[in-house]
């Protein structure tokens, strides 16, 4: 058997636990897996007087990265202490010392994967990241090499678990949003500021990594279009389930609007089932991505509405395989720490050296896609309005909507309360297909209606 692969690991919290455990508790299924014993020499920590996995030696806790970082015995570095700013420095220390890197961090990527992985290629080093995106599920890798003969022509996913917890919550326990967020910080799915999870922030980081993998689009977090599922009520999950649909979470990507049109057209064809592959001759339009993270409607059948509670998913379209989907936990301690040894062994094998030499990922390369501005973005919409329940207001609504080109699907309104009260009704109207730019007009011109008595609350309608 080869010389041992020495790793240091920055960070030994929940995840790093996780990947010490297994390296240490599962030695010998790892050695053989990666055709050489995988060696933990340094465990480097913020306070060494915590109470850590018994298994993992006194002897190699430290405070000092430095020294992690040069020891001549270790030729990876594991980075899992998060954030943009320390992490940042470790990583590029590392790739400047001669060490491979394996990450588990989202938002580095998001934010400086250019600058991380020109740093890796002029080191002639490697970075690993399967962790960085749905924690267990393995579509770094499925994307990276198991799809290598595609184009992949789009994505939906799933790629919050505190977010899809709560909606799962809200949709099968009717609880409130505020209700489902302290129940899932409870559990300790959510933490105690949900912001960046809610917000779609989190989601936004792991697409950006996604797009960067399947279209070679370099896009900043910022420069995603994003909505969170701090804005649904009550009577959104109710009025979605009943017009046959559920509301989910999505990070999406969408190429070219007519390859996009192209696969509609064959499902269609296909009395709704899903097309096998998508023409050529969609492929030949234009090479635009489309992103955005937003609550999306899906109808009930569809295989993302019914992923439940903190599980995530990933739907992926090529060009020649058809439809594929990766499911399961998209963090937590152990199924994160098997994506981080996974990489491990990819590296003790060799594998992930020469794959990250093909990849070119975040480089100058570009493969010819741009990013499609979010106004161009044509959608079927679900719009809920809580209106004065009194004659004309319908006219006007509708009248706005027209002016813009905007037509009606179809429409509820159930029937006001006759206490006399005069409190605001709700109304909801599906659209046909309509550019987001537009429909954002019409939004703004209902909002200054006197009769609208709060602002509109919109989602896409997924088919």
């Known amino acids: 058997m080869s010389e041992p692969l020495g790793v240091a690991l920055i960070g030994c919290g929940t995840v790093g636990g996780g990947v010490a455990h297994v390296l240490l508790a599962h030695a010998e299924r790892v050695a053989q897996r990666a055709a050489r014993p995988i ?21 190699i806790i430290t405070t000092d990265i430095s020294s992690a970082l040069h020891d001549s015995s270790v030729q990876v570095v594991v980075e899992l202490i998060g954030g943009t700013t320390v992490a940042k420095k470790v990583v590029l220390d590392a790739l400047a010392a001669g060490k491979h890197v394996v990450t588990a961090n989202k938002a580095l990527l998001a934010d400086s994967g250019s600058e991380v992985f020109e740093a890796a290629r002029k080191a002639e ?5 399967e962790a960085a995106v749905a924690g267990g599920v393995p579509v770094i890798r499925a994307l990276g090499e198991s799809l290598a003969a595609n184009q992949v022509t789009a994505i939906q996913a799933i790629l919050n678990g505190t977010s899809n917890f709560i909606l799962t919550a809200m949709a099968e326990r009717g609880l409130s949003y505020s209700s489902a967020l302290a129940e899932a910080q409870k559990l300790g799915y959510a933490e105690a500021d949900p912001t960046l999870d809610v917000d779609g922030s989190d989601a936004a980081h792991k697409l950006a990594i996604l797009a960067q993998i399947s279209f070679g689009v370099a896009a900043k977090p910022h420069e995603i279009a994003r909505q969170g599922i701090d804005t649904i009520d009550a009577m959104d999950i109710r009025f979605a389930n009943e017009l046959g649909y559920t509301i989910k979470l999505l990070a999406e990507a969408w190429t070219s609007e007519e390859a996009r049109n192209a696969e509609r057209g064959m499902r269609n064809k296909n009395n709704g089932q899903e097309p096998s592959s998508v023409p050529s001759s969609a492929l030949r339009a234009p090479r635009s991505v489309a992103l955005h993270v937003a609550p999306v409607l899906l109808r009930h059948t569809d295989l993302l509405a019914q992923v439940r509670g903190a599980y995530n998913a990933v739907l992926v379209y090529g060009d020649v395989v058809g439809e594929t989907l990766y499911q399961g936990p998209g963090a937590g301690r152990m199924p994160t720490a098997s994506s981080v040894v996974a990489d491990l062994i990819d590296l003790g094998v060799g594998r992930a050296q020469r794959t990250f030499a093909a990849a070119r990922l975040w480089s100058r390369e570009g493969r010819g896609f741009t990013v499609e501005p979010p106004e161009r973005v044509r959608s079927r919409f679900y719009l809920r309005l809580l209106v004065a329940d009194k004659p004309g207001v319908l006219a006007d609504i509708t009248r706005i909507l027209a002016d813009e080109e905007i037509s009606i699907s179809s429409l509820v309104q159930h029937e006001a309360q006759e206490d006399g009260s005069g409190a605001p009704v709700p109304l909801v109207i599906v659209t046909h297909y309509a550019a987001t730019g537009r429909f954002r007009k019409a939004l703004e011109k209902i909002n200054r209606l006197t009769t609208t008595s709060a602002p509109a609350v919109f989602f896409s309608m997924g088919d």
């Open 125 to 129: 080093r490697t970075v690993c990241f």
């Open 39 to 59: 060696a933990l020499r340094r465990v480097v920590v913020r306070d060494p007087s915590k109470p850590r996995d018994p298994l993992i030696p006194r002897d």
